[in-house]
Every structure is written in C-alpha cells, then in structure tokens.
C-alpha cells in the first residue's frame, strides 16, 4: 500500500515549507519512498474522522496499511528506521543522530516558536511588546550554542541524517523573523539542506499542493 499524509488544505504560510508536512514529504524524498497526500481543512482536523488519526487535531499524520502516526518526529523517526538513508550503519553514530532529532524538537524549536505565538496570537496583549526582546533572546541564546556546536562542518555529526533533517527544518521556522540572518553558519547550513535534491522536491510539491486551485464540488 502507498504511504499516504496528511496536510493543511491550505496552509498558512502558502506553502513555503514551514509546516510540518514538508519535514516528512522531506523525509520521504530522502528515502525514495512513494507517497500520497490528503488534504485536511481545519474543520476537518477537528472532526471525528481526523481526531482519530491525530488526537490533538492537528497534521500531519502518516498512515502505511494498520499503521497510523502523528507528531512529525515520530514520522520522521519511523520513516528513517524502516528505510536506508537518514541513519547511519554505525550504532553509535546512529544513536547520536537520533539525540539531533531530540535536540531540534526538544531544546531548539520551542524558543523559535514562541516568536509566532508572541506575533500573532498575543501580539494584541498590553505585555506583548516587552515580551518580544525576552523571547528573541532566547531563541539567539540557543542559536549561539548551536552555531558554535557546528562550527565549520557540513553537518551536526559526520553525513547528513534525520538529525540534520530535523534541525534545518526548524531553523527554517527563525527565517521569518530575521534572527536567522545574524548567524552565517546556521544559515549556510539551512541552505546546503535547502539545497539537497530531496528537499526541492518536496518543497515544489508543498507549494504546488497548496497554489492549486480548489477543486470543484
């Protein structure tokens, strides 16, 4: 049976590949794994048949035959255990890859995100404006760290991996707001993942899902 996904049936950056579709249609692409995807409209992502696959109402979710998955990063982990190419042969190697993933999810994007929440759900609050310099300190806090982990090397750790694949997806989301820019490194990093075939691939089909027109009822 065809992998199949879901994803926004229009998604709210328009398909630049910040949602978290695109780190799994990425993944996909790495693997060289056939897929499908189905759209889901936010009143559908609340609805019985959704909150099946996805118990907080959210996307994506990965269905293979009996198998159903939510959280990208339980996607993405499964995606690269099943199939060659996004973990190493080595153990430890492999072990310290899947500690990447962790890290991007865990230690990485939650300071990011905070700047969308801050931005458009609490920009109207009276305390938002001194909120904004705490939470982008943070984010370059964690950048900083990061930057000098990497240092001059390609990738966190030897090849590219899940762990790399996870991470630039992250950084991706600090493009937005600027903070990206003050550290070369990082954004040279996020472009060589830009850069990698399997990543074009799925971006083009990310935006290309989301600037077709409706289809007709």
């Known amino acids: 049976m065809t992998i199949t996904i879901t994803a926004f049936e229009r998604s709210p950056d328009g398909g630049m590949g910040l949602a978290r579709d695109t780190r799994v249609r990425w993944a996909l692409e790495e693997v060289g794994q056939p897929y499908e995807v189905r759209p889901v409209s936010f009143t559908a992502m609340k609805a019985p048949a959704h909150l099946a696959l996805h118990p907080f109402g959210q996307i994506p979710t990965y269905e293979d035959g009996d198998l159903v998955l939510f959280e990208s990063g339980a996607i993405i982990f499964h995606i690269a255990s099943q199939f060659a190419g996004l973990l190493p042969t080595d153990a430890n190697a492999r072990a310290r890859a899947i500690t990447w993933m962790f890290a991007a999810l865990n230690t990485v994007e939650p300071p990011i995100l905070e700047i969308a929440i801050a931005k458009f759900q609490e920009g109207d609050k009276p305390w938002s404006k001194e909120r904004m310099p705490l939470i982008a300190e943070r984010v370059r806090n964690r950048l900083a760290q990061l930057s000098a982990r990497l240092g001059d090397d390609d990738w ?47 971006f083009a089909a990310q935006l290309a899902f989301n600037t077709a027109p409706p289809l007709a009822n």
């Open 156 to 202: 966190l750790d030897g090849e590219f991996s899940a762990g790399d694949l996870m991470m630039v997806s992250v950084l991706l989301r600090s493009r937005p707001s600027g903070i990206l820019n003050d550290f070369p490194r990082l954004a040279a990093y996020v472009a060589r993942g830009e850069a990698r075939p399997a990543y074009q691939r799925a």
